[in-house]
């Protein structure tokens, strides 16, 4: 498995990591002996990063996460997150503090590597979507005590809401890492958005966050699966997924990625997602993406398409 360099944390993270939240649905409702095999291989094939949050399942990813390392203690790179209600923004300290110890006892450690703010990021302040300066001014110093207590190594934050407030984030270097929304339906992180195309414009994100020296997590790799080419989802999955691709909603997602298909035999892919998922891999600041599972079998693929190496650069010209 290809490791790359996670920004200027130094860390050397695999190319592909483990997404533990409730779109794939494994770690949230999942049998528990299936959990411990899928980290198990995932680990065997390489992979070194994996991805929770508090809000995924309620706090059930992370239990399992934790049940699953204390028994396998397996070496890798851990990262889990934390979103702020407007309630909260009286104390925005505490609650930081707080969440940062109640995703600790869950996971059953005394450190994560990464701890990320996981609301979007926008300019007028709304419940969960968070004001960027105070983002900038409240939330990053109380990462900052955290990480000076040994409680989080890195800090991070999800590269979601509106651009100008994102970028500012980014331009502040006050991060070390951003998750970024990248995918084969909506490239426009990786570059200016294409003529016509719907959807919402982070045009250019990938490439700020390497001028800054950010590590860079893909989410949102496959469309919310989408890019599977089929509104069918496997019954640990996420029902309703709104769309999160550039579509009004996910059967339109779904039906754009079906016009992708032509190019899955050209690209000598075994499938749209493998088309996909090799797509996100090819530019040359994603440092990892983020896949969901909902059985071993997508694991598997996943790693098999990655193992496979980055779409050459007329393939990805032709997608984005």
């Not at 059930?60 to 070496?75: A, I, T």
């Not at 020296?213 to 496959?222: E, N, S, V």
Request: aromatic share 4%; hydrophobic share 45%; no cysteine.
């Amino acid at each position: 498995m290809e490791k790359r360099r996670l920004g200027r944390t130094g860390l050397q993270i695999s190319v592909l990591g483990y997404g533990a939240g409730a779109v794939g649905g494994l770690f949230t409702k999942g049998d528990p002996a299936d959990q411990e095999r899928a980290i198990a291989r995932a680990v065997e094939l390489g992979i070194n990063y994996i991805d929770t949050a508090s809000l995924y399942g309620n706090g059930e990813s992370e239990r399992n996460l934790g049940r699953v390392l204390k028994k396998l203690k397996p070496d890798v790179v851990l990262g889990t997150k934390f979103r702020l209600k407007a309630a909260d923004r009286s104390r925005v300290a505490d609650f930081v503090a707080q969440s940062m110890d109640e995703s600790l006892k869950r996971l059953g450690l005394d450190h994560v590597d990464l701890f990320q703010l996981h609301n979007p990021l926008v300019a007028k302040d709304a419940d969960d979507r968070m004001d960027v300066e105070i983002a900038l001014n409240e939330v990053v110093p109380a990462l900052h005590k955290l990480q000076k207590a040994g409680k989080t190594r890195f800090i991070g934050f999800s590269g979601v809401g509106e651009t100008p407030a994102l970028l500012k984030a980014i331009d502040s270097r006050a991060f070390d890492t951003v998750q970024v929304v990248y995918n084969a339906l909506n490239p426009s992180a990786g570059g200016p958005m294409p003529k016509g195309a719907p959807g919402q414009d982070h045009g250019r994100l990938l490439e700020r966050a390497q001028a800054a020296d950010m590590g860079t997590i893909i989410i949102r790799a496959l469309a919310g699966g989408a890019l599977a080419g089929t509104e069918a989802r496997h019954p640990l999955a996420m029902q309703q997924v709104d769309p999160i691709a550039s579509a009004p909603n996910f059967a339109a997602d779904v039906a754009r990625a079906r016009q992708l298909e032509p190019l899955v035999k050209e690209a000598g892919a075994a499938s749209l997602t493998e088309l996909a998922q090799r797509f996100v891999i090819a530019h040359p600041a994603v440092t990892t993406m983020l896949i969901g599972y909902s059985t071993l079998d997508q694991l598997e693929e996943a790693a098999k398409a990655v193992e496979k190496g980055p779409l050459p650069a007329a393939m990805v010209a032709k997608i984005g």
